[in-house]
């Protein structure tokens, strides 16, 4: 069973830049685990790495798709396995927990065939949508906010694609392991986290996010597109509406920042076996880096 190295913790917790450290120190290289970094001209706000971050270490599943194309945990799912297979060690970087799980378990995809019509699910209301999915699946519709219109339609997708429910081929999947993985987890105090989120949005002002977004909007990005759904750039809707000015707009990213870094870290509590330790300070990183040693020295499990 091929060992995986993931660098897991919430948004601005320093994940990329232990990363590059725990790949320079055992010959590995990056995949990123992000859902938005994936796209090409999505740089800022997406907190993408400079070439001059990754210090010469190759970094895969960046800048492969353009803003309009979907990109599903799915799609994930078969890059990131692709790419681990390509690489002596790989070392997977992100936030996005659910893709992390994807990738490291046994979750089976296949049922998402791309020749199927749907158009017909997409004019319906979200109440007619849920009140389907509860009447075929109540199990998958307990899980589910009936306003989450994407992930309804994308559970009656499954249906029609297999005849089967999304919740019965879940009970079906034994969700084990199917790498010997290491999960090391960025933490530190939550106010300090807190501090950090609020100034690195700010550095992405400075940097030009605003400009960043004009130009993906020129280049005809709209915001229903799914690239445009991540935070650092939804917010930037009312404000090219007029609606509201860009203080506010910086004020949005920064609290949805906030909550996000709160639901990462009780995601991964709750999903992942993640070793956490302070990022921040020399002795738990070097004995993390140890950690790291020890376990990609010993006899690979499964």
Same mark, same amino acid.
């Given at each position: @069973? $091929?060992?995986?190295?993931?660098?897991?913790?919430?948004?601005?917790? #320093? $994940?990329?830049?232990?990363?590059?450290?725990?790949?320079?120190?055992?010959? #590995? +290289?990056?995949?990123?685990?992000?859902?938005?970094?994936?796209?090409?001209? @999505?740089?800022?706000?997406?907190?993408?790495?400079?070439?001059?971050?990754?210090? #010469?270490?190759?970094? !895969?599943?960046?800048?492969?798709?353009?803003?309009?194309?979907?990109?599903?945990?799915?799609?994930?799912?078969?890059?990131?396995?692709?790419?681990?297979?390509?690489?002596?060690?790989?070392?997977?970087?992100?936030?996005? &927990? =659910? /893709?992390?799980?994807?990738?490291? /378990?046994?979750?089976?995809?296949?049922?998402?065939?791309?020749?199927?019509?749907?158009?017909? =699910?997409? +004019?319906?209301?979200?109440?007619?949508?849920? #009140?389907?999915?509860?009447?075929?699946?109540?199990?998958?519709?307990?899980?589910?906010? *009936?306003?989450?219109?994407?992930?309804?339609?994308?559970?009656?997708?499954?249906?029609?694609?297999?005849?089967?429910?999304?919740?019965?081929?879940?009970?079906?999947?034994?969700?084990?392991?199917? /790498?010997?993985?290491?999960?090391? &987890?960025?933490? @530190?105090?939550?106010?300090? =986290?807190?501090?950090?989120?609020?100034?690195?949005?700010?550095?992405?002002? %400075?940097?030009?996010?605003?400009?960043?977004?004009? &130009?993906?909007?020129?280049?005809?990005?709209?915001?229903?597109? *799914?690239?445009?759904?991540?935070?650092?750039?939804?917010?930037?809707?009312?404000?090219?509406?007029? %609606?509201?000015? =860009? %203080?506010?707009?910086?004020?949005?990213?920064?609290?949805?920042?906030?909550?996000?870094? $709160?639901?990462?870290?009780?995601?991964?509590? !709750?999903?992942? *076996?993640?070793?956490?330790?302070?990022?921040?300070?020399?002795?738990?990183?070097?004995?993390?880096?140890?950690?790291?040693?020890?376990?990609?020295?010993?006899?690979?499990?499964?």
């Amino acid at each position: @069973m $091929k060992k995986v190295l993931v660098i897991a913790g919430p948004t601005a917790s #320093g $994940k990329s830049s232990f990363a590059v450290t725990a790949a320079q120190r055992f010959g #590995g +290289e990056i995949i990123s685990g992000d859902s938005i970094q994936v796209y090409r001209g @999505m740089n800022i706000g997406s907190g993408k790495v400079t070439p001059e971050e990754t210090c #010469g270490i190759p970094h !895969h599943l960046i800048d492969i798709l353009n803003p309009k194309e979907p990109y599903s945990v799915s799609d994930f799912q078969k890059a990131a396995r692709n790419a681990i297979e390509q690489i002596d060690f790989p070392i997977i970087c992100g936030g996005t &927990g =659910l /893709y992390l799980k994807a990738c490291l /378990y046994d979750y089976d995809f296949e049922e998402e065939v791309q020749e199927a019509d749907d158009s017909d =699910l997409e +004019e319906l209301d979200n109440e007619t949508l849920y #009140g389907m999915l509860a009447e075929t699946d109540p199990e998958s519709a307990e899980k589910i906010h *009936p306003n989450n219109r994407r992930r309804v339609i994308r559970a009656l997708q499954i249906q029609r694609r297999t005849g089967r429910v999304k919740s019965a081929i879940e009970a079906s999947q034994k969700h084990e392991p199917v /790498y010997d993985f290491f999960i090391a &987890g960025c933490t @530190m105090e939550r106010s300090v =986290l807190y501090e950090r989120i609020n100034a690195r949005v700010e550095s992405m002002f %400075d940097a030009g996010l605003e400009d960043e977004v004009r &130009g993906l909007l020129a280049a005809g990005v709209t915001f229903a597109d *799914p690239a445009m759904k991540g935070i650092g750039y939804r917010e930037f809707e009312p404000y090219f509406n007029g %609606d509201c000015t =860009l %203080d506010e707009v910086k004020a949005e990213i920064q609290k949805h920042s906030r909550n996000y870094a $709160k639901r990462q870290y009780t995601w991964l509590n !709750h999903q992942m *076996p993640v070793h956490w330790f302070a990022v921040s300070d020399p002795a738990e990183r070097e004995g993390m880096l140890e950690t790291i040693r020890q376990w990609k020295e010993s006899e690979p499990n499964g």
